[in-house]
């Protein structure tokens, strides 16, 4: 373990664990602050008056600190004096906010994150997400636009149905609390805003794209070139990026480390003969890590490729010192760099899995190529090239499992046919990109880059048809997860070289997730639960029990993400449709569905009474004569009807669920 004794690799560690413990806590910057400011004469008496190799006391008042930092970022970047939320607010007011990135729109809105720059008339700080009404003729915001609304923030909504993807906490690991909605009518634009480096790079990304848009590349291959070199995947088609996904090659459709490293590699070859000349190996790294930086200012500079060329101007500066420099010695410098700057970047699955990947590639690679070292050189290229796909696919395995819940098995297939020729199609759409700014691409060479994205896209379409080797809807939680991460370490330092305490860890990761495994089974048979979802026009019952789970619906249409986000996180193994009745018992707690005709139940007390598909009857009259202890109102209502629903069990005094608003609705099966 001589890979931490490096200085930046402990400082980083504790860094993250003061992240960890802020974020989590929600602790507010002001006490870190307090323990920071006598710290530092506090470490110069230490490090004066006591015998550093008698007790660390130097060094663990330094890591202490480094928690101590790391509080304080995430709480500063969160909780900001200036925040808007630290005001009181009154319903509805001025917002002055500034466009800071715009996302991909969908069906029902635009949506984009903007930076607070005032409050009615007090200067504020923080983050939002604006909504505006979904309009293809409507005129979209950009960047560092800077606008005024009127309007009321409100708490990002929870999930509405089970296990759904929590937008919430994505939200949140972001910095964004409340989002404004706003008609595009009701928006007034600035006249004149301020400029930032962010909205340059959107400007000039926009115009290479309006002119790649205007040469005769295929719309899927013009796509894939636009995520491939710009980032951008806003036009990939949902059955290309599904497929890319399938076939575990879904990383090339995102500029990151592979992209970065390449091109660093690539730039390394072409700039290696300066070093001819007088202070030759200086240039050539200003030039490097100066064409990093302007190629992730034409990508966008996303977060995704700040963090690479981050990383990578580091390895750049580390080859050219040439010498011996531990590469997870790079590596914690450029994380900590990053994570001092933008603390939140922390809770980001990219970030994670990027640095997952290149950390596995730098531990496992080379444990790979002493196990083995064909003396073919066409062997040994392609055992390189598996070695690398073998070592970052362990790296991100935990993590992908946990997040994604599929591996493609056949990874290596993908990544062995076209990681070779990346750097050719890297290379070349860097030429076209640069050619098609100064207006001088020529055609032949469109129709070549187009002829090789196509065939690029043709051969993951044949890896993602073999669905036999896609392994999809695989329950993993976070503490399998921790123990996959503990397996895989264990398993290569064991195999790296035996030492029986490193067996008995292996054993205990291996035996830890056998027993998570047959502990979720047992509890599994003696869970029972019933639950009414969320979904327009329709009603829908989900009653598990044991592994099985019954669907009561009368439309069984595009009911598919609900159910399979139910069963993987519950680890249901069968699932089956059941006709909707409109009268349930189950374990003596009565449920009356009431639809459309509006037939009055043969009783006089009920535990729940479900409104559905807007039934014209008196409510009030329905409460007095049948007493349910609840009432609850579900997607196939209309909305006014649900408002004056919600008002009668207001007066009445009997508690309304609405799970348009609320989100599902869990029934109580076990008493009261």
Known sequence: ????????????????????????FELGPQLSFLVLLPLFPFLYW?????????????????????????????????????????FK???????????????????YSQNYFTQVIAVGNEKSSGKLMLKTNSDSTAKRFNIDDEIIIYGKSQPIPLPINPHQFDYKEYLKKQGIHHQIKADLEAVVVVGQSSRTILGLASQVRKKIISQLKEQHFGKDELAVIQALLLGQRDDISENTYNNYKNAGAVHILAVSGLHVGILLLLLEFLLSPLKRFPNGRTLKLLLIVLLLWIYAFIAGLSPSIIRAVTMFSFFAYALYLNRPTNSFNIIALSMLFILLIKPLMLFQVGFQMSYAAVISIVWIYPKLQKFWFPENWLVRKVWQLLSVSVSAQLGVLPISLYYFHQFPSLFFVSNLIIVPFLGLILGMGVLVIFLALVNHLPNFLV??????????NSIIDSVAQQENFVIKEI????????????????????????????????????????????????????????????????????????SGLHIYTKDTTRLNRIKTDYMVAERITSSSFVGLRNHYTIHGKSIYIMDSLGIYPNTTSLDFLLLTQSPKINLERLLDSINPKMVLADGSNYKNYIMRWGRTCAEKEIPFHNTGEKGYYTFNLKGD
């Open 447 to 456: 129709q070549v880059y187009n002829t090789l994205i196509s065939a690029m």
């Open 475 to 546: 329950p993993f939680d976070g503490f399998q997860m921790l123990l996959g991460y503990l397996v895989i370490v264990s398993m290569v330092l064991f195999l790296s070289r035996p030492k029986w305490k490193i067996a008995l860890v292996l054993a205990f990761g291996t035996i830890g997730l056998q027993v998570h495994a047959i502990w979720n089974q047992w509890e599994l048979t003696n869970r029972e639960k019933l639950l009414l979802v969320h979904k327009a026009r329709n009603t829908v019952l989900l009653h598990q029990i044991g």
């Open 89 to 107: 607010q009154p319903k509805e007011q001025y917002w002055h906010l500034k466009i800071k990135e715009v996302l991909k729109p969908n069906p």
């Open 1 to 24: 373990m001589r890979n931490f004794n490096f200085v930046s690799i402990k400082l980083t560690l504790c860094l993250i664990v003061g992240i960890l413990t802020g974020y989590n």
């Open 46 to 86: 230490i490090n004066k008056n006591i015998d550093r190799e008698s007790f660390p006391f130097f060094e663990l008042a330094v890591a202490f600190g480094m928690m101590a930092l790391g509080i304080l970022i995430v709480g500063l970047s969160q909780k900001m004096p200036s925040n808007y939320s630290q």
